[in-house]
């Protein structure tokens, strides 16, 4: 049984001996290069938070609402909720274009069919041409989605591969927040442009996707696995070490990669769908698979992302202009938390983060419940008003892990053979929970009111005791050592022995070819 000793101890970073601490991402002009090609990959995200934002913020638009006929209900529920029934269209085929064409070119087709989605969007005439674009942009947004964080988190150098691979969900927020304060701008404007502009500007993103993604650097693993070694030996000396194929650091990233998938392909035999529950690691890697897809849209967060006006309406805060106000800005203080906690994960370690994050929401959902109840009972307008700052303080627990961990904990604990499946696998479960999420979340709120915050406040306390027990310690490791954790001792070492094995290879070699030098001279 796995108990909450599941935690492993850190230790050093088996690669950092080898990095050149001259080498930082502020002096070093290939890694600001670098850095640059994966701020594109990251704004995938920053769609997919627009367009939450976007539809909270429509909503309080009586421009909106009057050309599509005042939807509520199931009606409004089939808008919010149609976006990810177009991802789970593009879910069978994401992986295998993702394994098959590469990582930069599933990127790109998943943003071309965004841009003719937004551009449908923004010129729809009725409910139906607005469903089917909205449809359309799941769609696209599922291929560029499966491809951007792998490949974010595969073309990192090694210190920064965690911050950045937690950076891409943060920067969810992103789009959020321009989304909130966009339909904040365009409310006074009286016409249907009030809602079409902020449509339009969706597809800023995946333009410039479109425009730039397929000249940024492809997946070394991808490469490898392709039998296109030279090509990822060159992307990771020119990017890693100013051109050097030679650099210790290039040469045990080289071979541990090589390594951990010459292991995934024999001894693990982690290959087809199956494999992801064949063997006792991929189990255990599924087990928090899913619950983490699972416990990022039940912790009642689903509430405030696709009907914060609801919730506004019920606790008396009915101003159209108001309601937008507090959004954007709990888009912005969401941001600021979702960056830092970013930023921390290698301080910090997953598990610290996810176990404070959870303790934290469970609390300051409670004191939500709370206060809803005294406001449905006693109309106290200070009720109300502490409803919306226990949001801000439970939005600030929930992007402690769950905005910035949730996606670089996931591809990083799958192997490269099963990274794409298992990542589209933990994207289906979300979109699943997204959808019951928006088509209950208004019906139950409407028929229980504040009670209805109690179930959230029981499933808490459950996700808490849940991620005590099972969640794994990953921090301080390489890519490649992460994934093969799972795997047990024997495989951690096997890996990490073949790429240190060939680093004292190269240097009894270097020291030889030197001895030869001196010997000849002195003849």
Not at 256 to 268: G, K, S, W, Y
């Given at each position: 049984m796995v108990a909450g000793g599941t935690a492993v101890g850190a230790r050093d970073a088996s690669f950092a001996h080898l990095v050149d601490p001259r080498r930082k991402w502020y002096n070093n002009k290939r890694i600001i290069i670098l850095n640059a090609w994966i701020v594109l990959l990251l704004i995938t995200s920053s769609t997919n938070g627009y367009d939450g934002s976007m539809m909270n913020g429509l909503q309080s638009l009586p421009q909106w609402e009057s050309a599509f006929g005042y939807p509520t209900g199931g009606k409004l529920g089939l808008l919010n909720a149609i976006q990810n029934i177009g991802a789970l269209a593009g879910y069978p085929f994401a992986p295998y274009m993702s394994d098959g064409i590469g990582r930069r070119r599933t990127v790109w087709f998943g943003a071309t069919i965004m841009c003719i989605a937004t551009a449908v969007q923004t010129a729809s005439k009725s409910v139906g041409m607005f469903i089917g674009a909205r449809f359309l942009i799941g769609f696209g947004l599922t291929f560029a989605a499966n491809s951007a964080p792998m490949l974010v988190t595969e073309i990192s150098y090694p210190t920064y591969r965690a911050p950045l691979t937690s950076m891409y969900n943060s920067l969810w927020y992103s789009g959020s927040i321009v989304a909130a304060w966009t339909t904040y701008g365009t409310f006074k404007i009286n016409s249907t442009w009030a809602w079409r502009l902020p449509s339009l500007l969706q597809a800023v993103p995946s333009i410039l996707q479109f425009a730039l993604v397929l000249f940024a650097p492809e997946s070394p693993r991808w490469l490898i696995s392709k039998g296109r070694e030279a090509e990822a030996l060159q992307t990771l000396a020119y990017y890693h070490a100013d051109g050097n194929d030679q650099d210790p650091?290039?040469?045990?990233?080289?071979?541990?990669?090589?390594?951990?998938?010459?292991?995934?392909?024999?001894?693990?035999?982690?290959?087809?769908?199956?494999?992801?529950?064949?063997?006792?690691?991929?189990?255990?890697?599924?087990?928090?698979?899913?619950?983490?897809?699972?416990?990022?849209?039940?912790?009642?967060?689903?509430?405030?992302?696709?009907?914060?006006?609801?919730?506004?309406?019920?606790?008396?805060?009915?101003?159209?202009?108001?309601?937008?106000?507090?959004?954007g800005i709990l888009q912005i203080w969401n941001l600021g938390w979702a960056v830092f906690a970013a930023l921390m994960v290698n301080r910090l370690g997953r598990r610290f983060l996810f176990l404070t994050s959870a303790s934290l929401m469970t609390l300051f959902y409670m004191a939500q419940a709370i206060c809803f109840s005294q406001y449905t009972q006693h109309k106290a307008p200070a009720a109300g008003h502490a409803v919306i700052g226990f949001i801000f303080l439970f939005y600030a627990a929930y992007d402690l892990a769950f905005t910035p961990l949730i996606v670089s904990y996931t591809v990083e604990i799958l192997p490269y053979n099963l990274r794409a499946k298992g990542f589209n696998i933990f994207s289906f479960v979300i979109s699943l929970a997204l959808i019951f999420n928006q088509y209950v979340n208004p019906i139950a709120l409407d028929a229980l009111g504040w009670k209805y915050y109690l179930v959230y406040v029981f499933w808490l306390a459950f996700e808490l005791v849940y991620l005590w027990f099972f969640l794994v310690e990953t921090k301080n490791r390489t890519l490649e050592e992460t994934a093969a954790l799972f795997d047990g001792e024997e495989a951690l070492q096997q890996i990490a022995h073949q790429a240190e094995t060939h680093e004292v290879r190269e240097k009894a070699s270097l020291e030889r070819e030197s001895f030869v030098a001196v010997d000849a001279s002195r003849a």
């Open positions: 650091l290039v040469q045990y990233e080289f071979e541990e990669i090589r390594a951990a998938l010459q292991f995934d392909r024999t001894v693990a035999s982690n290959v087809g769908w199956k494999s992801l529950i064949a063997t006792p690691g991929n189990r255990k890697r599924m087990r928090i698979i899913v619950a983490l897809a699972f416990f990022s849209q039940w912790s009642g967060n689903g509430l405030v992302s696709y009907y914060l006006t609801e919730v506004f309406d019920q606790i008396g805060i009915t101003g159209s202009s108001t309601q937008l106000l507090i959004n």
